[in-house]
């Protein structure tokens, strides 16, 4: 499948600048296939031998010069070899646990690209983690602590609320980048790679996770003053409360209460639930149990915190014209099973003082329904994740 370019912005660029691409995708953990989740697959599309090959030619195909992944496992013995082969050096954070393996991992290519930090998002733990030691803050990044693998999470809001109970084992990857670069000025960036949780209708907990994000990123930027990129499979949708929040949109009340950890959405389960409405039935109830007499931070709350913190803007926004079925300026999917299609993965930078070294020119182009569902919908043959990789080309200035 090709997949072109959409037309650049046309915009002035800077002789300063250093182009680079960027590109997040969440692959599909090989832990996580589940014959019932993808009925309609070929056995070929599902097994590893082809789709190992079949993820890392299409992600050398595209060659981006910085490289998300979520949902990733076989990192140790497949893709970090792979491509550290190719020309890349990468950071990956695993999931802790004995069942699920899979992780979130950046790489950049060492020729465009040199490592400063890294720091671990633990979004289940509340504290700051390098070695055996803890901090209360992050320490002024030094050659020695740049090779270290510091945790991270954030302090502000208490650890005592649901998702701690519920232990959603999300994680993410915060990586400080400096261009190799001839040309005189500090050319850098930080890099985020999140995967959020999953469940649609609780919104409360996505919602806090970005919460979490943003203050780990505001804490690491405080030594650097770079433009932020935060990457990733995020689980909300363009019309959803969390992504209205982050992106400075307003809410309405509906979707307000939305955030609060105690109100769904009205539903009415089946004569006979699924097993996924049991969950469901299980999982509101439990979180209604636990904050029954609790003094825990209300959706209103989360907004207030959240307004502190400066917006996220989605570049693949930018080129609404572009885009199959837009919804709220974003492509009308990213993830395409038969059941569920929907845009959970995207590209934002932060909307801080340093937002205007980053420069969006253009970004890859969404396939077509027509073309994924020539072999039903995702994971076939040719696409073996259930998501679509999604790629930007930006310009990136120095710092003053």
Avoid at 22 to 40: D, E, G
Avoid at 139 to 162: C, F, G, M
Avoid at 341 to 361: E, G, N
Wanted: proline share 6%.
């Amino acid at each position: 499948m090709v997949r072109t370019w959409t037309p650049a912005l046309s915009q002035p660029i800077s002789k300063e600048g250093i182009s680079f691409t960027i590109l997040t995708y969440n692959v599909l953990a090989q832990c996580l296939i589940k014959r019932t989740l993808f009925p309609y697959a070929t056995k070929k599309a599902l097994r590893w031998t082809h789709r190992k090959t079949n993820i890392l030619n299409e992600i050398l195909s595209h060659s981006p010069d910085i490289l998300c992944l979520q949902e990733l496992d076989k990192y140790e013995d497949f893709f970090g070899p792979e491509l550290t082969k190719a020309g890349y050096e990468g950071r990956y954070h695993q999931k802790d646990g004995n069942s699920e393996k899979d992780g979130c991992a950046i790489l950049w290519k060492k020729e465009k690209f040199s490592h400063l930090s890294h720091y671990k998002v633990i979004y289940d733990r509340d504290e700051i983690t390098s070695g055996a030691e803890s901090y209360t803050q992050i320490p002024t990044p030094t050659t020695a602590l740049a090779e270290s693998e510091q945790q991270l999470v954030s302090t502000d809001i208490p650890v005592t609320h649901p998702e701690a109970l519920l232990r959603t084992r999300n994680v993410g990857l915060v990586v400080a980048l400096k261009a190799n670069s001839e040309e005189k000025g500090n050319y850098g960036l930080i890099v985020t790679s999140s995967h959020l949780y999953w469940r649609p209708y609780v919104d409360s907990i996505r919602m806090r996770q970005a919460l979490h994000l943003n203050n780990v990123i505001s804490r690491i930027n405080a030594n650097y003053n770079f433009p932020v990129l935060i990457c990733g499979d995020f689980n909300f949708q363009p019309n959803s409360a969390p992504y209205l929040s982050v992106t400075g949109q307003t809410l309405g009340s509906d979707l307000r209460q939305r955030l609060d950890p105690y109100k769904f959405e009205k539903w009415e389960p089946s004569e006979t639930p699924s097993t996924e409405e049991l969950a469901r039935i299980k999982l509101e109830t439990r979180l209604k149990e636990v904050y029954v007499g609790e003094s825990q931070p209300s959706g209103e709350y989360l907004l207030e915190k959240n307004a502190k913190f400066p917006s996220w803007e989605s570049i693949y926004s930018l080129f609404t014209e572009h885009h199959p079925q837009p919804v709220n300026k974003e492509p009308g999917y990213t993830n395409y099973t038969s059941f569920f299609q929907a845009t959970l993965d995207y590209i934002f930078r932060l909307k801080d003082d340093t937002f205007d070294r980053i420069i969006p020119r253009r970004v890859l182009s969404i396939p077509l329904p027509e073309e994924l569902t020539q072999e039903t919908a995702l994971p076939s043959e040719t696409l073996s994740s259930d998501h679509i990789c999604i790629m930007a080309e930006c310009v990136l200035l120095p710092s003053a």
